[in-house]
């Protein structure tokens, strides 16, 4: 059968960074479970990351990440985002998980 040209595309998610993942909301939770500052810089008037510029971006990703202390909040992270993507036709999603932040963490 030809498909109809009104069907949307499957999505895929090639390049997922795990702790990037973690939206702004889950990354409050966290930081409150766990008993973590996180600075007021991180979020914006509207609640989502604050970042001008990569170097910014940078400082934001590394400070959220601290938040994530149990690999078990990694699976509740992966577990959100699968979902999410789903929810949006994603049919395949791969995650980077880079280990040395991990193990800091």
Do not use: W
């Amino acid at each position: 059968a030809i498909p109809s040209t009104d069907a949307k595309p499957p999505l895929f998610d090639l390049h997922i960074h795990l702790r990037g993942a973690l939206c702004p909301q889950s990354a409050r939770e966290l930081a409150s479970e766990n008993r973590v500052h996180l600075a007021q810089r991180v979020f914006d008037e509207c609640g989502n990351y604050a970042f001008n510029s990569f170097e910014e971006f940078l400082a934001v990703y590394k400070e959220v990440g601290t938040v994530i202390t149990k690999a078990s909040e990694l699976q509740r992270i992966a577990q959100n985002y699968l979902i999410s993507a789903s929810s949006q036709g994603a049919i395949y999603v791969e995650f980077m998980l880079s280990p040395i932040h991990s193990i800091v963490n």
